[in-house]
């Protein structure tokens, strides 16, 4: 955790300032996190109070994550979903007064005991719809125990190499509905970026400048989330491989040699107006955090160096032909 908020997709600059806090308090909050989603979140099947204590739990702990790292949607559906931890008493107690009377429901139209069928029918009907109403608990629970194995199963695999049946973690791979435990099973250790750049001449270079991802060093990082930059947001998981693995990296070059619109409008602005660059290459960096002191002296957000070319230079031919000059000379980091 001690890197933590400079090594993630879209770093924000609360998490600027909240990874230059003590370790102790990286420390906790990697045992809160833990404490959270393993110990805590059995509460959701505990009677109502402790949901509702759960409840306050949860959502300042996911507003947190949305200040400190664009994780786009997925902390506000867990927002969302936390709203079902409440229940309408608690709801309509917190509700200003002029509302409650709208809400409560009334004791005129609200059905008591006497109101209720005291003995159901049994005719053929009921009987199939019990029938059906079972097959579907039947079926739903056997899927669920099916997904809970192999997500389980995936997680032990993370560290050790239980001797576990394959077969239902296979089955269930062509639908991408169970995996790795977290969207990021493993935090990277080190922040990588990858930048476009475009010359008229092949000496001089220009770098096509992003929207959202980290680039300029005197730029602070911003908070975007629940918006997802896909573009950004994939170049920063190409960033950790190679280019080979990641064709959006040199689909993006040939395009940028014919100043492509579409492609373009990725990018904050073109730096090649009047006529498309010649050559394109693409550079891999390493970025840091800057420290107060250094951030305090000059005013940067960020250190970075070069790491050399991360897909091969290409450069398009009087005839119209697309020929590689230079290569890729960065390994991948995965």
Not at 91 to 118: C, G, M, N, Q, Y
Not at 127 to 133: C, M, N, P, T, V
Not at 264 to 283: D, K, S, T, Y
Request: proline share 9%.
């Amino acid at each position: 955790m001690d890197d933590y908020y400079q090594n993630g997709p879209l770093p924000t600059w609360i998490g600027w300032y909240l990874q230059h806090l003590p370790h102790w308090f990286h420390a906790a909050t990697v045992a809160g996190t833990l404490a959270l989603e393993i110990v805590l979140v059995w509460m959701l099947f505990l009677p109502r109070r402790w949901r509702i204590v759960c409840f306050f739990i949860v959502t300042p702990w996911q507003v947190g994550v949305i200040l400190s790292a664009n994780y786009t949607f997925l902390n506000y559906l867990v927002l969302a979903m936390g709203v079902l931890l409440l229940d309408d008493e608690f709801v309509v107690s917190v509700l200003p007064a002029r509302w409650r009377h709208r809400l409560a429901p009334s004791r005129s139209t609200a059905i008591t005991p006497s109101d209720e069928t005291p003995f159901p029918p049994t005719d053929k009907r009921s009987e199939i719809r019990q029938l059906w109403s079972r097959s579907k608990l039947f079926a739903s629970s056997a899927i669920l125990v099916w997904i809970f194995y192999a997500t389980t199963t995936e997680l032990v695999w993370m560290f050790w190499q239980a001797p576990l049946p394959t077969f239902p973690v296979a089955a269930l791979e062509p639908f991408r509905i169970a995996n790795q435990y977290g969207l990021f099973a493993v935090m990277t250790r080190a922040r990588y970026e990858i930048e476009f750049q475009g010359s008229a001449d092949g000496q001089n270079w220009v770098a096509y400048p992003f929207r959202y991802k980290p680039q300029a060093l005197n730029q602070p990082p911003r908070i975007y989330a629940p918006y997802q930059p896909r573009f950004d947001w994939n170049l920063w998981f190409a960033s950790l491989g190679s280019w080979r693995d990641y064709p959006i990296v040199a689909n993006t070059e040939v395009r940028l040699l014919s100043n492509d619109a579409d492609v373009l409008a990725l990018f904050a602005r073109n730096p090649f107006q009047r006529e498309p660059p010649r050559q394109i290459r693409v550079m891999l960096w390493q970025y840091w955090f800057t420290t107060m002191s250094q951030k305090q002296q000059t005013g940067l957000w960020w250190l970075r160096e070069p790491l050399g070319l991360y897909a091969p230079t290409i450069e398009r031919a009087p005839d119209g032909q697309i020929k590689i000059i230079e290569p890729s000379t960065v390994q991948s980091r995965e």
